[in-house]
């Protein structure tokens, strides 16, 4: 995640506070300098930066912090609900007409991802809340714009509304009226950007709020932009009025400054996050559960919601009953591996493990060619040996390297990977796992 150097050099001023025992004033003040510098090289505004540290100290140097049994403990609780409050307190919701469609514009500079969020975006409201949106391409300037809005929608199953290279804001209102006629309750309007904030781009944006009164407009950016990100939602929030932003690539090696300062500078909240390339990589912002990535403290509210929209319910009750009888099969084993890459990439999910050192499976990546290898040898055995691999000796091996075009090597590969996975489950409730992750290894070769 774009916090992973801030979590970092947190976590080691904390790390000391701790190891004083009792605390003075002194050390809470040389522990927030630090901090201050820590924000400032994660590109966090510098008056943000200095009005956080003034607040954390101001409520940490007084005597019932100080004087208590575990002042180190009670300095983080302070910087831990200080960060939720930076970045907006409570999760934002988008406000849903109560009858008609729903209007979402959405603005932004070219480069921030526009498009391609905002198809996410529908999707991501088709499959959480049953809605049933409509995607309208007025971005008539940009090459390609409209085609590349359309083989989103095609690939998500989600119309599109596009009159080609004609007036945006006649486009926006025969898309609204066409919503309306047949029955789509939510209208994401995808509008053209620039490379620069202009004033024909944003007189064209006003004529467009002006004639379909959107519910909610948000400003997509891009977030390994850092400041800029935060300058261009100041620039677009005057000039044209934005209700929300949509930050993309947090999942990238951005420092993860624009996340931090955007509401305190705008005072306009972050809904949603993109974090991956995926047209499932989309997330709600919630303000308390970053803080807590950020602190090192996990997220385990959202990997439980990843599990289950990952994860078939019933599947996974039956292969839990599998594990306790120790009857775990490889076409089991198969569909654990879709399933966990479905969920997001290994560094990602031990982001939201509380202790779990992510920066140590930085660029781990599950490697799509050795996915389908895998795919190919389970399916080239018999469904006796895939329930019960023991039975596999030397000779069915090489017939399995014969059917799917690969090596003995390659079967015992698998294999010993089948067997680790096995292991890891008898592990995980002892901790296994995070000790795993410390030593940056995981049991598959994935």
Known sequence: MAFDGLSEKLNGIFKKLRSRGRLTEGDVKEAMREVRMALLEADVNFKVAKEFVKNVTDKAIGSNILESLTPAQQVIKIVNDELCQLMGGTQSRIRMANSGPTVIMFVGLQGAGKTTNIAKLGAHFKKTESRRPLLCACDVYRPAAIEQLKVLGKQLDIPVFEQGKGDPVEIAKAAYEHAKRYGNNLLLIDTAGRLHIDEQLMDELARIKAEVKPHEIMLIVDGMTGQDAVNAASAFDQKLGIDSILMTKLDGDARGGAALSVKAVTGKPIKYIGVGEKLTDIEPFHPDRMASRILGMGDVMTLVEKAQAAFDEKQAADLEKKIRAGKMGLDDFLDQLKQMKNMGG?????????????????????????????????????????????????????????????????????????????????????????????????????
């Open 346 to 446: 290994l560094e990602q999910i031990a982001g939201m493990l509380p202790g779990m050192n992510a920066s140590a499976l930085k660029g781990v990546k599950v490697d799509e060619k050795q996915m389908a290898r895998t795919e190919a040898i389970i399916l080239s055995m018999t469904p006796k040996e895939r329930a019960n691999p023991d039975i596999i000796n030397f000779s069915r091996k090489k017939r399995i390297a014969a059917g799917c075009g690969l090596r003995v090597e390659d079967i015992n590969r698998l294999l010993k990977q089948f067997d680790q996975m096995q292991q890891l489950t008898k592990q995980l409730a002892g901790g296994g796992m995070k000790r795993m992750a410390k030593r940056g290894k995981m049991p598959f070769g994935f």
